[in-house]
């Protein structure tokens, strides 16, 4: 028999996840002991190589370039595709659930009741600018701080073009990890369907058949802004400036998207995005440098869900937000979407300071929690097919001339 492909196992391995969560909803001990472990297990390993990955796979694309200023064209206007859609997201954000507030239910929120206490965080633009450059080398390789990793990839590929020949050592052990720690990613990969259904399964469990609930609202909104945000502006980037079919390009993202969706982990999925963006024709460099860059700033999904969840939380406390404070919401959500680590629940630590910017009562986020892994996966989803869109948009612009 033809062996399956990689978006057929996923997509069973979820169906058997959401069957077993429904027949196993008693048995919550069981699963908790005898699935979750796999699940942990297998998040870990990609956890684990993420990091020897983004290094070696952004220093050896600085090698192949071996044009210093090739690499800074490149980053450049990466990071200004990121940082437009981005924009496009929290303005989304805001003004789907400001249009449609009076027309869906929300949660009545007392706060006069006692709620779990929210730690929050103060994160300032230049607090964002002197996290990026790491005190030393072991530490952000350690704590998966990936902004520091690209820092150190950048200083050591840039230096080892710019010594020349003296650096030849370097490169070739540079480049031979490279394959190495590719190779390890392979181990990995073939057990992408059974870590799926590990860590689906106690999720389905959790929440039930219900899982909805009383946040159904919040649920649709942030959803609806998924979809309209990936088929107006994902779309629109990759047919006007990829020059691919938006059907092409959502076909061949289909593996790393449900991955991602599973997962609920942008880090975690970044070895999938980048075999689909290479099936796509971009090629490895360009794909290594754009996907590890746009997997730790680009967090579209991210900006989405803190403008929805600010307009929605406002709602249900009686608050009419006023343009200041929906500008306040607009800066703050876009700091903290490129300061969000791309993990389970990375948004969380950040929500209370885009509360606290706009006058939401902090206590809001302990309300959002308890959905957050649900939304989160859509979330992902959405930062992961940003992160790919780059790359085939820097692939038609930049690639010919690298």
Avoid: W
Wanted: overall charge neutral; some cysteine; proline content about 4%.
């Amino acid at each position: 028999m033809k062996r399956l492909s990689l978006t057929a196992q996923i997509g069973i391995a979820l169906l058997l996840a959401v069957a077993a969560g429904i027949l196993l909803r008693h048995q919550a001990d069981f699963v908790d002991t005898y699935i979750k472990p796999f699940g942990i297990i297998f998040l870990n390993l990609l956890k684990f190589i993420v990091a020897p990955l983004v290094l070696f796979s952004i220093m050896a694309g600085i090698l192949s370039m071996n044009d210093i200023s090739k690499v800074g064209k490149l980053g450049l206007r990466a990071l200004l595709y990121f940082m437009t859609t981005t924009l496009f997201a929290v303005t989304l954000g805001l003004i789907v659930p400001s249009l449609l507030k009076g027309m869906l239910p929300v949660i009545n929120i007392d706060l006069d009741t006692e709620t779990p206490p929210v730690e929050t965080s103060n994160v300032s633009v230049m607090d964002q600018l002197v996290n990026i450059f790491p005190e030393n080398i072991i530490e952000p390789l350690s704590s998966m701080a990936m902004m520091q990793v690209i820092v150190i990839a950048l200083l050591f590929g840039i230096a080892m073009v710019h010594v020349g020949e003296k650096g030849e050592m370097a490169r070739k052990v540079t480049l031979s990890f490279n394959d190495v720690v590719c190779k390890i990613l392979e181990y990995i990969m073939a057990l992408a369907p059974i870590g799926v259904f590990c860590m689906l399964t106690p999720v389905v469990v959790d929440n039930g058949p219900a899982v909805l609930g009383s946040y159904a609202a919040l649920l649709a909104l942030a959803y609806l802004c998924f979809v309209v945000h990936a088929g107006v502006v994902y779309s629109s980037a990759v047919a006007l400036l990829g020059r691919m079919s938006p059907l092409k390009f959502f076909k061949g993202m289909q593996p790393a998207m449900l991955f991602a969706f599973s997962s609920d982990s942008s880090v975690a999925t970044l070895p999938y995005t980048m075999q689909c963006t290479e099936k796509m024709g971009v090629s490895k460099d360009i794909g290594s440098f754009v996907l590890s860059l746009g997997a730790t700033i680009n967090m579209d999904g991210v900006a989405i869900y803190l403008g929805v969840a600010s307009v929605f939380m406002a709602t249900c406390c009686g608050i009419d937000l006023t343009m200041s404070q929906y500008i306040a919401i607009a800066f703050a959500s876009t700091v903290a979407s490129i300061g969000t680590p791309g993990i389970p629940g990375g948004s969380l630590a950040l929500m209370a300071m885009v509360f606290a910017s706009a006058g939401i009562p902090v206590e809001c986020v302990a309300v959002a929690a308890g959905i957050d892994r649900l939304i989160d996966m859509g979330r992902t989803v959405m930062s992961v097919t940003g992160d790919a869109s780059c790359a085939v948009v820097m692939q038609r612009m930049v690639g010919k001339k690298l």
